[in-house]
């Protein structure tokens, strides 16, 4: 088993700290929070060992989870890497793209493992369709929360909308060709709403809505390819397939048939795949365990989770033009 030690136990680190504990995968030795009345209580209420120094908790460890706010997960990684600790680290990957690039290298030098923490990409329905989204040619997306002052402190595209453009960087497989994008802020100092137009260089296009000021809650995707419609709900964790293929020469009864103005009749049908439950942090946390006892490359690589932040700050430049 890795002996594994979490960097921070706020709301998520003590998300973390649960599903560590109970993992076949790792060995819990204990966590390191700056705040020390915190500290205290999260080791006095669920009995974890607490370190007094990040130092001390990474020379204890194989693997160091960071789950820290973002201005301080370069210095973390940094640390840990350079200890010769394999890093998983929360999304988005650090603070700016310099220290993203900083930490692939250093992950390199050292010869470690990372993956950062994009959860949507063990999401059961997204799993469940990921092998169906083949060459889509639109896609739309709408992450909508209700507001929580937790966050705020950075745009929504790096809150919120970073999950549906790492989605969607792992399913085109083109380089970006150019970016469009508005944001207003409502309530915050940085934009609350924000609108973003992906263009790729294989044609694919790529529109994405996210904000943190909704009346309710919605997470939901919608993969356009040729003769394929894919729609993902991210929240409630359901998904639809509809599919096009030449109609028969005698359609069934219950047949949907559809016929354009030159005569070519296409037949729709649905296919449901099928989703299995899962918590998708802990999957996320245990497919790196898998990476590292194995040798092989997470499913979201350092490099994944630096790509992602480059496209949200792009979005983010337009916000000032």
Known sequence: MLKVGVLGAGHLGKIHLRLLNQSDKYELVGFFDPNSDNADKVSKEFGYTKFNTITELINAVDVVDIVTPTLSHFDCAKEAISAGKHIFIEKPI??????????????????????????????????????????????????????????????????????????????????VKAISASGVSVISETPDIANARIEFEN????????????????????????????????????????????????????????????????????????????????????????AINNGTEPVVTLKDGTEALRVAYKIIECFNK
């Not at 896609?139 to 950075?154: C, K, M, Q, S, Y």
């Not at 096009?244 to 016929?259: R, S, V, Y």
């Open 94 to 175: 650090a603070n700016t793209i310099e220290e993203a690039d900083e930490i692939i290298a250093l992950a390199n030098q050292y010869n470690v493992k990372g993956q950062v923490g994009h959860v949507e990409r063990f999401n059961p329905a997204f799993i469940a369709t990921r092998s169906k989204i083949e060459t889509p040619m639109f896609i739309e997306t709408h992450r909508l929360a209700e507001f929580n002052p937790r966050g705020t402190d950075v745009p929504v595209v790096l809150d919120l909308m970073i999950h549906d453009i790492d989605v969607i960087l792992s399913v085109v497989k083109s380089p």
């Open 203 to 290: 044609g694919c296009v790529a529109n994405l809505t996210a904000s943190r000021i909704s009346l309710k809650n919605m997470r939901k995707s919608r993969f356009f390819q040729r003769d394929a419609y894919i729609s993902v709900d991210f929240l409630d964790k359901t998904c639809e397939v509809v599919k096009m293929k030449d109609a028969p020469e005698t359609p069934g009864d219950f047949d949907i048939i559809l016929q354009n103005a030159e005569g070519l009749k296409k037949q729709i049908y649905f296919e449901n795949p099928e989703i299995e439950a899962n918590n998708a942090i802990l999957d996320e946390l245990e497919t790196f365990a898998d």
